[in-house]
């Protein structure tokens, strides 16, 4: 601990810049993939494209796009955007085929009958399709984030500045503690991450939490499995029943 | 784009194609490496996950194991390793098993977990046994959900095996620090490119192999008369 | 006194939260039968089937199939010696439909290349073209994957067949002639077979006998269909048969009624005849007598097989086949009264029409005459009653 309480001011400044490659890729990706997602749906063209072509780029390791991208984008090898150039493009990947698959399961009849209340296409988008597609959505997002973030500090083997620093430091200098430090420190942001993400989802589909179904139902439900089917259904209607009195709260 | 000729020139030069440095023997150890790493994690995953999915028993385990392996950086663990144990081939042969772990782990259990139970219990109510039910039901059914994480696994080790080299070892990543330590990138980009050749050459068998061990009837929903 | 395939004594299940699945169970059933358990969801009829062959264990209490105690026999021995059929076909998806009805024949050491001519005879059984076999689930409509469900079921030649709702999750029609299917091979196989239904009338069609369970897992009623109609044991019994119950015990009553000649108009040619019994041929009309007399001619085709019923005018002239009504059922000899009534109801003239066994016409019955059968089987009954 003595190595942490003399280098913490460095320590926190990698953990900074690990946290920006990271995250600034998530934010990025998010933006581009959505729109991309939502012009794949269901297009005969577009969607074996992005498809194929979002699990192809997947395939390629990050080093290799580490070294390959500063040759195309012209950047110094070590510079910053490099991973975050490389970042998006895995972000896009994963985001791109779990929102296409969300925006094709919804619901049909959800959004005729949105159209048929007047949703204009952009209005029913926004307030329609996207608000449904969430959970997938927020699926992708923590599997891309903690990719991400472990993927991150791969970067330091070719010297870009991040938590994975303390790695190669670490062990050059034979200082056990630097490495031991940057393995917890990599670990809480990602745990953070991940259950800030989670928490957001929680919030933002209220209207997926059936509420706990009353007791009986799963009781009756062991009694005589052959019945599962009826029970399971009426666990399902009590359960929406109790969304809709209780506000969604009791989840 | 005079760089992108240069690693061609590094890649066609016979001289680089033979010998103990040449590619096809760092090819050899990073291919060798790769396969020692996944035949370890298979050995641990896939019965861990055949058990806890069959049984059902510790799926939450498996689970939270899983993302907490996940979140674990790779070449901290090899770093880390390489310290407490001494240069040598286990230390990043434990990091890269570690990493191997999860997706191998998740998707036998969930593979065998998903399978309807409807299913197991027609096969129980037949007579199978427990382990002709895990074997003859429950395997064959969950197999391309398996197989999808042992090739996820694998891609993510062979991309990874590049890094050990950073601890003396052989490997395509040889020629990649190699040409960071004297600033040849066109050697590091001839690296890069072998390993995103051999990642997309083992996807693609991979990927047949998995189709090829496929029965017809989980994938034929489409084709109904 | 028959012989007993299988016996229930005194058999429970209570389940660790302390609900009762099964409570108290006593039944015996008659080999070569089959007995339908029918009750609401959650009555215990489904866990009463799967003790038979020990997929759940019951409490307290002795399950006999066959004289042995289930619970002295290995789980899969005995399991390999039923065959069961449920509700979701619980098909291998990853097998041909041969290879799925060989699953218990393998199990048992049998040949593949046995097993799998075994099954491809089997498929024939059930209704499915030999062409199936090589087809996978998948491939298959709902229909035909319970078909290979019960083949599956037989492929081991099992004396004793479990078969939990397996015709529930089908479409009507379907449902239908998978009804009519099982009873055809229960005609040639004679298997001890229990079906668990939620639908009375599918118990009714089907069961040599019904046990009835209420909620609790309490065996409310065990009978023959026929007596449930007629005298359900208590309130709960007659309620869960629900209503036109008298109607429908009509179903157990053979009609003892006379069939009466009626006169028939050819479509084709508008020759008038006169079909009754005892007439190979249609005797010529005469324009008199009771057939005569009717204001009613019923239009048939070229093989006499009814069109439907005419109007006659009261110059004696048959109306235009514009007016003709077509509808009615129709009722074969020896249906019971309850097709009989049913056709005299639904015939525009209240005549059932009876047809022969190629659909030709055979005559007819006034409403009047099963009505009076009906009263006369009733007043039958009543007094049998009272004699014993």
């Given at each position: 601990m003595n190595w942490l309480t003399n280098n913490w001011p460095a320590v926190l400044e990698l953990a900074g810049a690990h946290l920006m490659q990271s995250v600034v890729p998530v934010v990025i990706g998010l933006l581009i993939s959505v729109p991309l997602a939502r012009l794949a749906a269901g297009n005969r063209w577009l969607r074996p494209l992005f498809v194929t072509g979002s699990s192809l780029l997947y395939t390629i390791p990050s080093l290799t796009l580490f070294v390959v991208l500063p040759l195309i984008l012209g950047t110094r090898i070590t510079a910053v955007s490099n991973v975050i150039v490389a970042l998006t493009l895995y972000v896009i990947a994963i985001l791109v085929r779990s929102c296409v698959d969300a925006f094709e399961s919804l619901d049909r009849d959800v959004l005729q009958a949105a159209t048929a209340m007047g949703y204009k296409p952009a209005r029913r988008f926004f307030g329609v399709e996207l608000p449904l597609a969430v959970p997938v959505m927020i699926a992708g997002l923590r599997v891309a984030t903690v990719s991400n973030i472990s993927m991150v500090s791969v970067g330091a083997v070719i010297g870009i500045q991040s938590l994975g620093t303390l790695f190669t430091d670490g062990l050059r200098r034979s200082i056990v503690a630097e490495i031991v430090v940057g393995i917890v420190a990599t670990v809480v942001i990602a745990v953070v991450l991940d259950q800030l993400l989670r928490l957001l989802g929680h919030t933002m589909t209220r209207w997926q939490r059936t509420g706990t179904a009353a007791p009986h139902a799963s009781a009756r439900r062991r009694d005589d499995t052959g019945d599962g089917a009826d029970t399971g259904g009426a666990r399902g209607a009590a359960g929406a029943l109790a969304t809709v009195e209780s506000g969604g709260a009791s989840a | 784009m005079s760089l992108f000729a240069e690693a061609a020139q590094f890649l066609t030069d016979p001289a680089h194609w033979t010998g103990a440095t040449g590619i096809p023997q760092r090819l050899l150890e990073h291919v060798g490496y790769s396969v020692l790493t996944m035949a370890i994690a298979l050995v641990i995953a896939v019965p861990l996950g055949l058990w806890v999915g069959h049984t059902g028993r510790g799926g939450g385990v498996v689970v939270g194991l899983a993302g907490a392996l996940r979140s674990l950086p790779t070449l901290g663990l090899l770093t880390l390793f390489t310290l407490l144990m001494g240069l040598g081939l286990m230390p990043p042969i434990l990091a890269l098993v570690l990493l191997a772990i999860p997706p191998i782990l998740s998707g036998t259990y969930s593979g065998i977990a998903a399978v309807s139970p409807a299913l197991v219990d027609a096969a129980r109510a037949m007579g199978m046994t427990e382990s002709q039910t895990l074997f003859r039901v429950e395997i064959p059914v969950a197999l391309p959900v398996i197989l999808g994480g042992i090739r996820n696994a694998a891609l993510q080790v062979l991309a990874t095996v590049t890094i050990v080299a950073y601890i003396n070892l052989g490997g395509l990543g040889r020629y990649l620090i190699d040409g960071l330590a004297v600033r040849d990138y066109s050697r590091m980009l001839a690296a890069v490119v072998l390993v995103a050749v051999l990642a997309l050459a083992a996807d693609a068998v991979l990927a047949l192999a998995q189709r090829l061990v496929t029965s017809p009837g989980l994938r034929s929903t489409g084709d109904r008369p | 006194m028959t012989e007993m395939a299988i016996r229930y004594r005194g058999v429970s299940k209570v389940y660790p939260d302390g609900t009762t699945a099964v409570d108290n169970l006593d039944l015996d059933v008659p080999s070569g039968?089959?007995?339908?358990?029918?009750?609401?969801?959650?009555?215990?009829?489904?866990?009463?089937?799967?003790?038979?062959?020990?997929?759940?264990?019951?409490?307290?209490?002795?399950?006999?199939?066959?004289?042995?105690?289930?619970?002295?026999?290995?789980?899969?021995?005995?399991?390999?010696?039923?065959?069961?059929?449920?509700?979701?076909?619980?098909?291998?998806?990853?097998?041909?439909?041969?290879?799925?009805?060989?699953?218990?024949?393998?199990?048992?050491?049998?040949?593949?290349?046995?097993?799998?001519?075994?099954?491809?005879?089997?498929?024939?059984?059930?209704?499915?073209?030999?062409?199936?076999?090589?087809?996978?689930?998948?491939?298959?409509?709902?229909?035909?994957?319970?078909?290979?469900?019960?083949?599956?079921?037989?492929?081991?030649?099992?004396?004793?067949?479990?078969?939990?709702?397996?015709?529930?999750?089908?479409?009507?029609?379907?449902?239908?002639?998978?009804?009519?299917?099982?009873?055809?091979?229960?005609?040639?196989?004679?298997?001890?077979?229990?079906?668990?239904?939620?639908?009375?009338?599918?118990?009714?069609?089907?069961?040599?006998?019904?046990?009835?369970?209420?909620?609790?897992?309490?065996?409310?009623?065990?009978?023959?269909?026929?007596?449930?109609?007629?005298?359900?044991?208590?309130?709960?019994?007659?309620?869960?048969?629900?209503?036109?119950?008298?109607?429908?015990?009509?179903?157990?009553?053979?009609?003892?009624?006379?069939?009466?000649?009626?006169?028939?108009?050819?479509?084709?040619?508008?020759?008038?005849?006169?079909?009754?019994?005892?007439?190979?041929?249609?005797?010529?009309?005469?324009?008199?007598?009771?057939?005569?007399?009717?204001?009613?001619?019923?239009?048939?085709?070229?093989?006499?097989?009814?069109?439907?019923?005419?109007?006659?005018?009261?110059?004696?002239?048959?109306?235009?086949?514009?007016?003709?009504?077509?509808?009615?059922?129709?009722?074969?000899?020896?249906?019971?009264?309850?097709?009989?009534?049913?056709?005299?109801?639904?015939?525009?003239?209240?005549?059932?029409?009876?047809?022969?066994?190629?659909?030709?016409?055979?005559?007819?019955?006034?409403?009047?005459?099963?009505?009076?059968?009906?009263?006369?089987?009733?007043?039958?009954?009543?007094?049998?009653?009272?004699?014993?």
């Open positions: - | - | 039968s089959l007995t339908v358990f029918v009750g609401p969801s959650g009555c215990g009829k489904t866990t009463s089937l799967r003790m038979l062959n020990r997929m759940v264990d019951p409490t307290s209490g002795v399950v006999e199939v066959n004289g042995q105690d289930v619970s002295s026999i290995p789980a899969a021995q005995l399991r390999r010696s039923m065959g069961y059929v449920m509700q979701q076909s619980g098909l291998l998806p990853h097998k041909t439909v041969e290879d799925n009805i060989a699953t218990v024949p393998r199990l048992n050491g049998v040949s593949k290349k046995e097993s799998r001519a075994n099954a491809r005879e089997l498929l024939g059984s059930v209704g499915l073209d030999e062409s199936l076999a090589t087809r996978y689930p998948a491939q298959l409509s709902g229909g035909q994957q319970q078909r290979v469900g019960v083949a599956r079921a037989l492929a081991a030649d099992p004396p004793v067949l479990l078969m939990d709702e397996p015709f529930s999750a089908v479409d009507p029609v379907v449902r239908q002639d998978l009804q009519h299917e099982l009873l055809d091979l229960q005609k040639r196989l004679h298997r001890t077979i229990i079906f668990v239904t939620h639908d009375i009338d599918e118990a009714i069609l089907l069961g040599n006998r019904v046990a009835v369970f209420a909620r609790g897992g309490r065996l409310a009623q065990y009978a023959t269909p026929e007596e449930l109609l007629r005298a359900p044991a208590d309130d709960f019994v007659a309620d869960f048969i629900g209503r036109d119950r008298g109607f429908r015990s009509l179903s157990f009553e053979n009609a003892a009624v006379a069939l009466q000649p009626v006169t028939v108009l050819a479509a084709d040619t508008g020759e008038r005849t006169v079909v009754g019994p005892g007439s190979e041929n249609p005797a010529p009309w005469q324009g008199t007598g009771a057939a005569a007399s009717s204001d009613w001619v019923l239009a048939v085709d070229e093989r006499r097989h009814p069109l439907g019923w005419l109007p006659v005018r009261s110059g004696g002239e048959a109306a235009g086949r514009e007016e003709l009504r077509v509808g009615g059922t129709l009722w074969h000899e020896g249906d019971s009264l309850r097709t009989a009534l049913d056709a005299a109801l639904s015939s525009p003239s209240g005549q059932a029409v009876a047809v022969h066994e190629d659909g030709s016409v055979a005559g007819v019955v006034p409403g009047e005459d099963v009505m009076r059968a009906i009263e006369e089987q009733r007043a039958t009954r009543h007094h049998g009653a009272e004699q014993a």
